[in-house]
C-alpha cells in the first residue's frame, strides 16, 4: 500500500514537471544613472579647480598633508518622487596603477548647500551626511561598498544635489572621468 502511493505520487510530480509552461517575458527594469554634471577638485594647502576628472587623494610630503576631495554635483530632473535612490560606482575601463593605489577607500558624503566652481578647501558647502565608504578595485573599473549600499528618497522634483568623495586612509589615490565611476541610481 505504501509503495502504490509512493509511486503514485512519483508519477503525479513526473508528469506536472513535464507538463508544458508557456513562454514568460522577464520583465526588463529600466535603470536610471545620474552622472555628475560637475567636479570642483578642492586642495589642501591650496585652492580648488574644476576639471573633468573627479580626484580623492591624501598623502604627506616633508611633514605636510596633501589632500584632494571632489565636490561633486548631480542635476535630477523631475518626476523621480516616491523612488528610491542609491549609489553605484563601476566605470567599466581600467586605470593605470599610478591612479588608484593604496588603500583605495572613498568616503562620500552629502553637502549642505550648492556646489560652486568657486569653491576652496576653506571655502565650500558643508559636509552632512556620511553614506560610507566603498573600495575601488585595483584596475579602478569597480568599487563595492565596505557595508550596505546606502540609499536615499529620490528628489520629487527638478533640483541639484550635491555630494563629497574623500579619501579614508593616509595614503590614498583614485580619480575616474567624471561621467563614469561614481553615479546615482534611481530604483
Known amino acids: 500500500m505504501k509503495f502504490s502511493i509512493f509511486a503514485s505520487l512519483l508519477a503525479f510530480t513526473g508528469l506536472v514537471s513535464c507538463a508544458p509552461v508557456p513562454d514568460v517575458e522577464i520583465e526588463r527594469r529600466a535603470v536610471t544613472l545620474i552622472y555628475p554634471s560637475l567636479a570642483v577638485n578642492i586642495f589642501t594647502p591650496s585652492n580648488g579647480v574644476v576639471m573633468g576628472d573627479v580626484y580623492v587623494f591624501r598623502y604627506t610630503a616633508q611633514g605636510i598633508q596633501h589632500e584632494t576631495n571632489s565636490l561633486l554635483s548631480f542635476d535630477f530632473p523631475s518626476g523621480y518622487g516616491g523612488k528610491t535612490c ?38 565650500r558647502p558643508y559636509r552632512n551626511v556620511s553614506y560610507g565608504i566603498f573600495s575601488v578595485t585595483s584596475n579602478g573599473a569597480v568599487g563595492t561598498w565596505d557595508g550596505q549600499t546606502p540609499t536615499f528618497p529620490c528628489p520629487a522634483s527638478a533640483t541639484t544635489i550635491g555630494f563629497e568623495v574623500a579619501p579614508q586612509g593616509d595614503y590614498d589615490d583614485v580619480s575616474w572621468p567624471l561621467k563614469a565611476g561614481l553615479a546615482v541610481v534611481v530604483l
Open 86 to 123: 542609491s549609489f553605484s560606482f563601476a566605470n567599466g575601463w581600467a586605470q593605470p596603477p599610478s591612479e588608484v593605489s593604496n588603500s583605495r577607500k572613498v568616503q562620500l558624503f552629502s553637502v549642505g548647500g550648492p556646489i560652486s566652481a568657486t569653491n576652496t578647501y576653506t571655502s
